[in-house]
């Protein structure tokens, strides 16, 4: 079967099969109670910090709890009272620690305000009631302006510790990246903040973002190979298989490691497509291709592949109730019917493939290329730029395109004047001033392109996002504090980009909605 569902128009995504955009009370309300337990952590985990005592289990709650709340739409009952659990137990202890160091040295001990309930026999009830007035306080305390920047930072923040946790997993510890989470998180302790402040904050948390971003990327190819064009097949082949899901490369090769000896296929879907890219995942027999074509059709995607599927860390999938018994994770925390990968034993996956149905024959598919060479692409920018003086550059950035959006970049680029020279990350037709580059899901290109453009030429560059998820919030609002001239982001069936984060963006931090290809071609053009 060839999963090609994006030219149809519609999206088999969460929002449409389920109606869960939005998060329901109960959930709302026991996040709002983990966020009180985060700020209150991060007061003392900095006090702790500030005398030189780094506790790694502060490290290890802070972390896991965030990357619990990046990956889930829904804190489940379960879920919180693992998380309740863990912070009844280790906040006594950091509280005492941070007491008797104040003894010790004959100081008085500062005390916020904790606003939660140190007793692990309280009822859950209890913890939504609390979390129901915590949401209500903030909501008073703060005007909305305010109130968006905060969603804002929480959203970087979640992205922040992904990326932590993905560049610890390459056996590097972000010790400076952690230390200014904890200084975001105690800011809670103490609203309302200004508004300038929180502006600067949350392009210092972008530009941190960022930055981790690029060392993972630069690990990668240390550890991978160089980056390069490939094709990729979205076939499928006789026999049993497993699919792996999400981002975190580092996971599909422990998959590949342990399945490489059996008979067992490996595809891949969203995000990981982005490991074909690098030369050492091509020497894997047993890594089939891509199977579908990402989270907008995860729901078809996911009913119709014929083995287990492998959650990696962090993957912002919330269908676990409809495929219980062929869903695995390596993540901290999991739903019912989720099976947990512990230490990465892989025995109850290759069971479960081995007893599935696999593919009871083979569907040829066109295959799709995919990646580029950052050396050989700059070297035909330098070729391209300097052979015609063009004005400016736009880059559109690729992926999650809803059809009314493909309908949009394809007007634009028909439309876009023979003096301006179009990068697009995404198919389309080529022209002497159009650059197509089927990057699909190498969120990194957009900053490492603009930085080369802005470092080496004189020329103005207009930006547009077509989708944003949590990373690219990173490098988008990184990129509104650098030389760029407008930055568009789309608003068509996003995850991150609700009207109140895309209200904070346009009225702070000048990013502009895409609304017509004659309103947007005539903003970028004029002043020219």
Same mark, same amino acid.
Not at 112 to 119: E, M
Not at 159 to 181: A, D, Q, R
């Given at each position: 079967?060839?999963?090609?569902?994006?030219?149809?128009?519609?999206?088999?995504?969460?929002?449409?099969?389920?109606?869960?955009?939005?998060?329901? $009370?109960?959930?709302?309300?026991?996040?709002?109670? #983990?966020?009180?337990?985060?700020?209150?952590?991060?007061? =003392?985990?900095?006090?702790?910090?500030?005398?030189?005592?780094?506790?790694?289990? #502060?490290?290890?709650?802070?972390?896991?709890?965030?990357?619990?709340?990046?990956?889930?739409?829904?804190?489940?009952?379960?879920? %919180?009272?693992?998380?309740?659990?863990?912070?009844?137990?280790?906040?006594?202890?950091?509280?005492?620690?941070?007491?008797?160091?104040?003894?010790?040295?004959?100081?008085?001990?500062?005390?916020?305000?904790?606003?939660? *309930?140190?007793?692990?026999?309280?009822?859950?009830?209890? =913890?939504?009631?609390?979390?129901?007035?915590?949401?209500?306080?903030?909501?008073?305390?703060?005007?909305?302006?305010?109130?968006?920047?905060?969603?804002?930072?929480?959203?970087?923040?979640?992205?922040?510790?992904?990326?932590?946790?993905?560049?610890?997993?390459?056996?590097?510890?972000?010790?400076?990246?952690?230390?200014? *989470?904890?200084?975001?998180?105690?800011?809670?302790?103490?609203?309302?903040?200004?508004?300038?402040?929180?502006?600067?904050?949350?392009?210092?948390?972008?530009? +941190?973002?960022?930055?981790?971003?690029?060392?993972?990327?630069?690990?990668?190819?240390?550890?991978?190979?160089?980056?390069?064009?490939?094709?990729?097949?979205?076939?499928?082949?006789?026999?049993?298989?497993?699919?792996?899901?999400?981002?975190?490369?580092?996971?599909?090769?422990?998959?590949?490691?342990?399945?490489?000896?059996?008979?067992?296929?490996?595809?891949?879907?969203?995000?990981?497509?982005?490991?074909?890219?690098?030369?050492?995942?091509?020497?894997?027999?047993?890594?089939?291709?891509?199977?579908?074509?990402?989270?907008?059709?995860?729901?078809?995607?996911?009913?119709?592949?014929?083995? $287990?599927?492998?959650?990696?860390?962090?993957?912002?999938?919330?269908?676990?109730?409809?495929?219980?018994?062929?869903?695995?994770?390596?993540?901290?925390?999991?739903?019912?019917?989720? *099976?947990?990968? #512990?230490?990465?034993? %892989?025995?109850?996956?290759?069971?479960?493939?081995?007893?599935?149905?696999?593919?009871?024959?083979?569907?040829?598919?066109?295959?799709?290329?995919?990646?580029?060479?950052?050396?050989?692409?700059?070297?035909?920018?330098?070729?391209?730029?300097?052979?015609?003086?063009?004005?400016?550059?736009?880059? *559109?950035?690729?992926?999650?395109?809803?059809?009314?959006?493909?309908?949009?970049?394809?007007?634009?680029?028909?439309?876009?004047?023979?003096?301006?020279?179009?990068?697009? +990350?995404?198919?389309?037709?080529?022209?002497?001033?159009?650059?197509?580059?089927?990057?699909?899901?190498?969120?990194?290109?957009?900053?490492?392109?603009?930085?080369?453009?802005?470092?080496?030429?004189?020329?103005?560059?207009?930006?547009?996002?077509? =989708?944003?998820?949590?990373?690219?919030?990173?490098?988008?609002?990184?990129?509104?504090?650098?030389?760029?001239?407008?930055?568009?982001?789309?608003?068509?069936?996003?995850?991150?980009?609700?009207?109140?984060?895309?209200?904070?963006?346009?009225?702070?931090?000048?990013?502009?909605?895409?609304?017509? $290809?004659?309103?947007?071609?005539?903003?970028?053009?004029?002043?020219?």
């Amino acid at each position: 079967m060839c999963i090609m569902n994006n030219e149809s128009g519609y999206q088999y995504d969460r929002c449409i099969s389920r109606g869960i955009c939005s998060i329901n $009370p109960t959930t709302a309300s026991l996040q709002e109670v #983990i966020i009180l337990y985060l700020k209150n952590i991060a007061f =003392y985990g900095l006090k702790l910090e500030k005398a030189g005592i780094n506790d790694e289990k #502060i490290y290890n709650l802070v972390l896991n709890t965030i990357s619990i709340l990046s990956s889930s739409y829904e804190i489940s009952v379960q879920n %919180f009272k693992v998380i309740n659990s863990a912070f009844q137990t280790e906040l006594p202890r950091i509280i005492s620690i941070y007491e008797n160091m104040c003894a010790k040295n004959g100081v008085e001990c500062e005390k916020p305000d904790l606003g939660i *309930i140190l007793d692990k026999t309280t009822d859950v009830n209890d =913890y939504i009631r609390l979390g129901e007035k915590e949401f209500n306080k903030r909501i008073h305390s703060s005007t909305l302006q305010v109130l968006n920047l905060y969603r804002i930072m929480f959203i970087l923040v979640k992205s922040m510790t992904v990326n932590m946790l993905m560049y610890e997993s390459y056996g590097h510890k972000p010790s400076e990246e952690f230390s200014f *989470i904890l200084k975001i998180l105690n800011l809670l302790n103490f609203p309302p903040q200004k508004q300038e402040k929180l502006k600067s904050l949350i392009l210092e948390a972008a530009k +941190m973002d960022s930055g981790l971003m690029s060392a993972i990327r630069k690990i990668q190819e240390e550890k991978y190979g160089n980056q390069g064009q490939t094709e990729v097949s979205f076939s499928t082949t006789k026999g049993k298989a497993v699919m792996v899901v999400g981002s975190n490369i580092r996971e599909l090769e422990n998959v590949l490691e342990e399945l490489k000896s059996t008979e067992i296929d490996v595809y891949t879907h969203d995000n990981m497509m982005l490991a074909h890219t690098f030369p050492k995942f091509r020497e894997y027999k047993n890594l089939k291709g891509q199977y579908g074509k990402g989270m907008e059709s995860c729901l078809l995607d996911f009913s119709t592949f014929p083995g $287990p599927i492998i959650l990696t860390k962090n993957s912002l999938y919330n269908v676990e109730n409809l495929y219980r018994g062929t869903l695995f994770t390596t993540d901290f925390a999991y739903s019912k019917g989720v *099976i947990p990968i #512990i230490n990465n034993d %892989f025995s109850k996956v290759i069971k479960s493939a081995e007893n599935s149905r696999g593919f009871k024959s083979g569907k040829e598919c066109a295959a799709e290329k995919t990646g580029f060479s950052y050396e050989n692409l700059f070297k035909l920018l330098n070729e391209k730029l300097n052979k015609i003086s063009y004005k400016q550059v736009i880059i *559109i950035g690729a992926r999650g395109y809803s059809s009314e959006e493909k309908e949009y970049f394809k007007k634009l680029i028909k439309h876009v004047p023979k003096d301006i020279f179009v990068i697009s +990350m995404s198919c389309c037709d080529e022209n002497e001033n159009i650059l197509c580059l089927n990057t699909e899901y190498d969120n990194l290109a957009m900053l490492k392109i603009t930085d080369y453009i802005t470092g080496n030429f004189s020329l103005d560059v207009n930006i547009f996002f077509p =989708y944003c998820d949590r990373h690219t919030l990173s490098i988008l609002l990184f990129l509104s504090s650098k030389n760029v001239k407008n930055i568009f982001v789309g608003t068509k069936n996003q995850t991150v980009l609700k009207p109140n984060i895309s209200d904070g963006l346009k009225t702070d931090f000048n990013v502009l909605e895409i609304t017509t $290809p004659k309103k947007d071609l005539s903003l970028i053009t004029e002043n020219t």
